[in-house]
């Protein structure tokens, strides 16, 4: 119902505003490739294409122009909103930005206005290309390829998908069951279909073999309940064993445990022992580690990590110092990290929209900041 409702507020410009829709028509609906998807044609004919004009009676819509409409947004619209209200919008410009699935821009919507802010992550060589990207940054080679065939209908050749160890982090590296030290990787990462070889052996598995399996693993995680910290930690130990210790299903566990530990029952900061905010501190840099090799400079995933990071780095400050661990040049030392990963989060989340969870929390860094006077 409401890809229609989107689908014809598009129409009516045509009307109502023709300069707007000379504008969404200068986007492109890649026709020819979703003809050759048979289902999502048929889906759009039938929810969207028919009900306009057979339902509703917009019969001076044709049919080609209302798939077409379909096609610009599903090709180009952004997600707006927060949950649970979201939605899809079509911007003037902002539809032009290249994919990368190492991104050097991030982009905001308004909470009320949905005005769209792009913003560089990072500093931009003159004549390099601005990049957003379409998929999920912790995310492996194989399934962001995947999902930006069935979503947006091309398969990703950047870099990083270009390169089996994704920049060195071994997001999709799976152990060997061969030699058991080296870990399996795509011999070539642009073909789905590609076998994969050990490091350090001779050791190669189909594509379909590592398919199943990280099918399998993906069940597991999506199994657990949102809120199961035990639940987390198990498939960390149990999994350990068979992925990296960056694979992204992996990491996908330890994003989770990053933001429960201090913020649930019985994981509140007051009640975790010296061990599992040791534990909550490792966890973050093993995050930021990957991240700041995926999506550097002033990512929103970084800037909430490091928020995450200084909770367990002045608690165990100050618990150290009191108990005569360390003296108070150390102290300082430490605090001063803490202020480091405050004033970093602060101006990253800062640039969010305000009334948004991020925009709360780079508030949150400034008052611990400010609470924390001068060292």
Not at 55 to 73: K, M, R
Not at 301 to 307: P, Q, V
Not at 352 to 371: F, H, W
């Amino acid at each position: 119902m409401y890809e229609a409702i989107l689908t014809l507020r598009c129409m009516l410009l045509k009307t109502v505003d023709p300069a707007r829709y000379r504008g969404i028509q200068e986007m492109d609906p890649l026709n020819t490739i979703r003809q050759d998807i048979p289902k999502l044609w048929k889906r759009n004919q039938k929810e969207i294409v028919s009900r306009i004009r057979d339902d509703w009676g917009f019969t001076e819509f044709s049919e080609q122009e209302l798939h077409t409409v379909c096609g610009v947004i599903e090709v180009n619209a952004f997600e707006v909103g927060q949950e649970p209200v979201k939605a899809r919008a079509l911007f003037p410009e902002a539809y032009l930005l290249m994919h990368d699935c190492t991104p050097n821009t991030g982009h905001t919507d308004a909470p009320r206005t949905h005005l769209l802010t792009v913003r560089t992550l990072r500093e931009v060589k003159a004549g390099e290309p601005l990049t957003l990207t379409y998929a999920y940054i912790l995310q492996g080679t194989l399934k962001r390829r995947q999902h930006l065939s069935e979503e947006k209908f091309f398969w990703c050749s950047c870099a990083r998908c270009r390169d089996p160890t994704e920049f060195g982090t071994n997001c999709s590296a799976v152990r060997c069951t061969k030699c058991h030290r080296g870990y399996l990787l795509p011999m070539k990462p642009l073909e789905q279909e590609s076998d994969w070889k050990c490091t350090l052996c001779p050791a190669t598995v189909s594509s379909q073999t590592i398919g199943v399996l990280l099918e399998r693993l993906s069940k597991r995680l999506d199994s657990i309940d949102g809120n199961d910290v035990e639940g987390y930690e198990q498939f960390l130990q149990t999994y350990g064993a068979v992925l990296h210790d960056n694979h992204y299903l992996l990491l996908s566990a330890k994003h989770s445990l990053c933001e429960l530990y201090g913020k649930i029952d019985g994981y509140l900061i007051p009640e975790l022992s010296p061990e599992q905010l040791k534990r909550k501190e490792t966890i973050c840099r093993d995050l930021l580690e990957v991240v700041d090799q995926l999506e550097p400079g002033l990512s929103r995933l970084r800037g909430t990590i490091m928020y995450e990071l200084h909770v367990p780095l002045m608690i165990e400050a100050g618990q150290l110092f009191q108990g005569g661990a360390i003296q108070r040049t150390e102290l300082r030392h430490r605090l001063k990290e803490v202020q480091r990963l405050l004033r970093e989060s602060e101006r990253i989340l800062a640039m969010e929209p305000e009334g948004s969870p991020e925009y709360g929390i780079a508030v949150a860094a400034r008052d611990a900041l400010k609470n924390m006077g001068a060292i």
